[in-house]
């Protein structure tokens, strides 16, 4: 076992945290993260994100900006990379451990994140060889607070003729989950864009690579929940 964190570990609320992770992915499409965008993740009312925007500010855990919105410090950045670890590992030891499926431990580490220790969390990681992605394709910040991110590329950016690997799905919803498996798409797929309609129409897509290729369509709003990089266009 060893004890990277830097950070004294300052016990934050489950709500902060939840705050801290829907800052940290909303910063990195739009920046700074605005209060209403916050509200619709958090599905709460954009009246009370304006108060604890106020006391995340005062802890050192963000800039807030009014009107604009707000930016993680380096604190709160390092806080929301911790909860994600939690969240991150916990799903990998519901998976591989106590054989959930794989749309059915988002929720479950939404409620275990705030409540585990880094020992317990550890200690998980250790017992599973220290995974570097999550079920779902999400990378695990190191217990420095690295993280890769996956790039933002989505299926629904995809041309036609082109030959993509799926390298995260998002993990929010768990019968889209299960859609996407039985479609075949899950992290390490190779999927390759046959057709796209005009008009936010169906993309048409082979799944598999070789001789299993199977033909499937999927509409622009789910391909925009699939994570992809290119593998090569013909
Ligand atoms: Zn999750």
């Not at 489950?14 to 209403?36: F, S, W």
């Not at 988002?106 to 409540?115: G, I, P, Q, S, V």
């Not at 607070?145 to 590329?153: A, D, L, N, Q, Y």
Request: glycine share 8%; charged share 30%.
């Amino acid at each position: 076992m060893t004890t990277g964190s830097q950070t004294p570990t300052q016990p934050l609320s489950g709500p902060v945290e939840d705050y801290l992770k829907a800052i940290y992915d909303l910063e990195r499409d739009t920046q700074p993260a605005a209060t209403n965008d916050i509200a619709e993740r958090l599905a709460i009312s954009p009246a009370s994100v304006s108060g604890m925007m106020r006391r995340l500010a005062e802890q050192g855990l963000i800039t807030h900006e009014p009107y604009r919105g707000a930016r993680l410090t380096d604190d709160g950045r390092r806080a929301a990379l911790r909860t994600l670890r939690r969240h991150r590992i916990l799903e990998c030891y519901l998976t591989e451990v106590l054989g959930y499926p794989w749309d059915r431990v988002h929720d479950e580490a939404e409620r275990l994140e705030h409540a585990a220790s880094e020992e317990l969390i550890e200690r998980m990681a250790d017992a599973l060889g220290d995974p570097v992605h999550d079920p779902h394709g999400a990378p695990i910040p190191s217990r420095e607070g690295v993280v890769e991110e996956t790039p933002r590329r989505t299926l629904a950016d995809v041309a036609a003729g082109e030959r993509v690997r799926v390298r995260q799905v998002m993990d929010d919803d768990g019968e889209r989950l299960r859609y996407l498996a039985e479609l075949g798409i899950r992290p390490g797929s190779i999927l390759r864009v046959l057709d796209r309609a005009p008009f936010d129409g169906p993309i048409t897509l082979w799944v598999g690579d070789g001789a299993g290729n199977v033909t499937r369509a999927v509409g622009p709003a789910l391909g925009a929940q699939v994570f992809v990089e290119s593998l090569s266009a013909e």
